[in-house]
């Protein structure tokens, strides 16, 4: 079975902050993919970033940077330097591999204040 | 390039009718998913398709619901005999499956919003 935590319900910010979205998850597979994804006010899912279990290597696009720790089972994602485009809804998903379904959190709302 | 196109975005319906939607992938796209999310939730995995054949369904689609990609293109997903907890979001995604390369990310479309009254 695999499951994915998204303990922070609602985050709400400051422009021009910085912010740490958590993302927990469990799985018994040795390999296996996590993605982040956005979702804005109007309801599309928008993919950010696909992470391999066997690469551990952080990763920075622009203000967006993430951090996969398996020792923890964690894939957090940081946006640096908050803008109020980044409001929405993000979402962490895991996908064993041998299956195509995707395993979301319930989500972290982000609100940017101006 | 277009999107994953879905409709209609929203169907408003009376409880026991049938519903059905439509889902057009990204037109290079041969894998194409059915998720449902509920308010506050994130999207719970229905069913996949690879070409016009459905190889993955959740327990959550009960036999009131099927899917169907006849010709490996669009899909639709009939819902029978609606309840009132059948409310929720739709959403459809494709993917692009190749040899050795069975990781690309899922594209969703906008959605589409189902309401039982």
């Known amino acids: 079975a695999q499951k994915v935590t998204q303990a922070q319900t609602e985050i709400s910010v400051v422009e021009k902050e910085d912010v740490t979205l958590d993302c927990v998850y469990e799985?018994?597979?040795?390999?296996?993919?996590l993605f982040w994804y956005k979702q804005p006010p109007s309801g599309e899912l928008v993919f950010l970033i696909r992470r391999n279990s066997f690469d551990e290597q952080n990763e920075i696009s622009g203000r967006y940077s993430w951090n996969f720790q398996k020792s923890t089972s964690s894939f957090n994602f940081t946006i640096t330097a908050s803008q109020v485009v980044d409001s929405a809804v993000y979402f962490c998903a895991l996908r064993n591999t041998g299956r195509r379904a995707l395993t979301f959190g319930s989500g972290t709302r982000l609100q940017v204040q101006p | 390039d277009t999107g994953v196109s879905q409709n209609p975005r929203h169907k408003i319906t009376k409880r026991g009718q049938n519903v059905t939607f439509r889902c057009d992938p990204i037109?290079?796209?041969?894998?194409l998913y059915w998720y449902r999310q509920t308010l506050g939730q994130g999207p719970e995995f229905l069913t996949y398709?690879?070409?016009?054949?459905?190889?993955?369904k959740s327990r959550l689609l009960s036999d009131r619901f099927s899917a169907e990609r006849p010709k490996g293109s669009f899909s639709t997903l009939e819902i029978q005999r609606t309840e009132q907890g059948d409310s929720a979001m739709y959403l459809c995604?494709?993917?692009?499956f190749g040899r050795g390369d069975s990781n690309q990310p899922q594209h969703f479309g906008d959605g589409t919003r189902l309401s039982i009254l």
């Open positions: 799985t018994r597979d040795t390999t296996y993919y």
């Open positions: 995604a494709s993917s692009f």
């Open positions: 398709f690879q070409n016009e054949a459905q190889l993955e």
């Open positions: 037109s290079e796209h041969n894998r």
